[in-house]
T-cell receptor
Framework: AQSVSQHNHHVILSEAASLELGCNYS??????LFWYVQYPGQHLQLLLK??????LVKGIKGFEAEFIKSKFSFNLRKPSVQWSDTAEYFC??????????????FGAGTQVVVTP | NAGVTQTPKFQVLKTGQSMTLQCAQD?????MSWYRQDPGMGLRLIHY???????DQGEVPNGYNVSRSTTEDFPLRLLSAAPSQTSVYFC?????????????FGPGTRLTVT
């Protein structure tokens, strides 16, 4: 079965520190890749997505992610976090097959806590 | 636009009760889906629909029914609630004209089954 793995379940860091969250998936074909964020008490919002082209994708709020096809990875980065980045981050994968359209496979999520 | 709306926000059920979680979107999206979110497991797809009159099962469909009589609405029915269905439920919608879509999520319904 396909799976999406997020390496860290819980990350605590100080403001201005750099953040990198790992995501690996097991599907061997072409995929669409996403990072969603869920701020406390809110619903999921799209941070960024990759579907083709430049493997370095820039999203909202200073986030970026790099797709490395050979490693089946889509890691999320931010050079300098703020307290407002405290949230849960989800990696999601959608295999580009006819019967998988729209079916997002989510990772377990990484809870990020940024301390002042 | 209101986007994706869900009601109720919170619900407590007793084992064996039935109920319907409501989901509506005003973006004319063809695709709608239901996910459940459990700690340490991310979101898992329950059911989805690619248009009015068309529904299909996702990863964890047991114990849930859906129907899609209009483009706007996609209710999720719990037939006989069980404690294992305690979860946060999210509805999502998107267009179907491209694989490079974005799914828009509703605010969620937190369900507790006692």
């Amino acid at each position: 079965a396909q799976s999406v793995s997020q390496h860290n379940h819980h990350v605590i860091l100080s403001e201005a520190a750099s953040l990198e969250l790992g995501c690996n998936y097991s599907y061997g074909g072409t995929v669409n890749l996403f990072w969603y964020v869920q701020y406390p008490g809110q619903h999921l919002q799209l941070l960024l997505k990759y579907f083709s082209g430049d493997p370095l994708v820039k999203g909202i709020k200073g986030f970026e992610a790099e797709f490395i096809k050979s490693k089946f990875s889509f890691n999320l980065r931010k050079p300098s976090v703020q307290w407002s980045d405290t949230a849960e981050y989800f990696c999601a994968v959608n295999p580009m097959t006819t019967d998988s359209w729209g079916k997002l496979q989510f990772g377990a999520g990484t809870q990020v806590v940024v301390t002042p | 636009n209101a986007g994706v709306t869900q009601t109720p926000k919170f619900q407590v059920l007793k084992t064996g009760q039935s109920m319907t979680l409501q989901c509506a979107q005003d973006m004319n999206h063809e695709y709608m889906s239901w996910y459940r979110q459990d700690p340490g497991m991310g979101l898992r797809l329950i059911h989805y629909s690619v248009g009015a009159g068309i529904t299909d099962q996702g990863e964890v469909p047991n114990g849930y029914n859906v129907s899609r009589s209009t483009t706007e609405d996609f209710p999720l029915r719990l037939l006989s609630a069980a404690p294992s269905q305690t979860s946060v439920y999210f509805c999502a919608s998107s267009y179907t004209d491209s694989q490079a879509y974005e799914q828009y999520f509703g605010p969620g319904t937190r369900l507790t089954v006692t």
